[in-house]
């Protein structure tokens, strides 16, 4: 993990000397702000404040697989994804792995969006692999550092079309079944049009 936040360092420090390889595009509209990332690229770095405090989120490639890390003001580092979930969670679907490798293929968002409604915002890392696969992690700053409060993931359900629009994230099948995931306090609940409450069927 040292040589992990060795690296970020430098990432961070030496962000805009890089040119990022394009990226496949915009996946999510809906976005405040966001940076776009091709896994494999240089490495992309978004700028951000919450509570007064400023961040710096960096999407880089580490060791074969992309890693995203938070940095605050003093220097502080969180990594907040790694390996194709968040830090600290398994069990829900990779996007673009075949086994433990990330294809180069994958598209990644990082970007900011105020779900809870309090007037901050939340930290969003997201992931196509250009196919029907997508997943976007929602996490939340507190004084205890970086939480996860929404995982979003559908592979292999041709869904797309994903769009935020206040405190919802929206995404739509070839039917025209519509799935939302609606921040209530600090967690996610689903719902599809068709009466569906359990976001694991598009997994």
């Known amino acids: 993990m040292k040589k992990l936040y060795i690296y970020i360092s430098l990432v961070i420090m030496a962000a805009f000397s890089f040119n990022s390889k394009a990226a496949a595009g915009v996946f999510i509209k809906g976005l405040d702000a966001f940076v776009e990332y091709e896994a494999g690229s240089a490495d992309a770095v978004l700028n951000f404040s919450v509570r007064g405090k400023s961040f710096k989120a960096a999407a880089l490639w580490f060791e074969g697989s992309v890693a995203v ?4 003001a003093d220097g502080r580092k969180s990594v907040v994804y790694r390996d ?3 830090s600290g969670q398994s069990g829900l679907p990779k996007i673009g792995f075949s086994g433990s490798s ?3 293929s994958n598209s990644y968002m990082i970007g900011v969006h105020d779900f809870t ?3 901050q915002p939340e930290l969003v890392v997201a992931v196509t692999d250009g196919g029907d696969g997508v997943a976007i992690y929602v996490f939340e700053y507190d004084s205890y550092g970086w ?9 292999g359900k041709g ?3 994903c769009r935020i629009f206040r405190q919802a994230l929206t995404m739509k099948d070839a039917a025209g079944i519509l799935y939302t995931w609606t921040c209530h306090g600090s967690s996610f609940d689903f719902l599809s049009s068709d009466k ?3 976001p694991t069927v598009l997994y």
């Open 84 to 86: 194709g979930h968040p």
């Open 159 to 161: 869904l797309g079309g």
């Open 147 to 155: 939480k996860v409060i929404g995982n979003m993931v559908t592979r």
């Open 196 to 198: 569906v409450n359990d």
């Open 102 to 104: 990330e294809s180069r």
């Open 69 to 72: 890390a938070v940095e605050d």
């Open 117 to 119: 409604n309090d007037g």
